[in-house]
Nanobody
């Protein structure tokens, strides 16, 4: 069983930045593709970004391209989501996810989910 613990959420102003972190334990981190999902009130959950096991392949939802960056440090068992130029529409609960398959992450069916961290962007 993989355990995921997110941190770094909070309140930011529009145009500001936040960095989310997700520490993984319980299994070999480098075996897992990782991703970040978000869910805003009244909206469906969506994939924000995903990264392959090595970090060599990344994928982003169009609305965050050029603003958000997903990265991972396999030595620290941690995946990050750097969020710049934040907009009020980025307000959501952000979830870290993990799966042995990046396809599963991208399709929204990863095997492991974190508890979520709230990101609120004020205008």
């Amino acid at each position: 069983q993989v355990q995921l613990v997110e941190s770094g959420g909070g309140l930011a102003q529009a145009g500001g930045s936040l960095r989310l972190s997700c520490v993984v334990s319980g299994r070999t981190f480098s075996n897992y593709a990782m991703g970040w999902f978000r869910q805003a009130p009244g909206k469906e959950r969506e994939l924000v970004a995903a990264t392959s096991r090595s970090g060599g392949i990344t994928q982003y939802v169009d609305s965050v391209k050029g603003r958000f960056t997903i990265s991972r440090d396999n030595a620290k068992n941690t995946v990050y989501l750097q969020m710049n130029s934040l907009k009020p529409e980025d307000t959501a609960v952000y979830y870290c996810v993990a799966d042995l398959s990046m396809v599963a992450v991208v399709r929204g069916i990863p095997s492991s989910w974190g508890q979520g961290t709230q990101v609120t962007v004020s205008s």
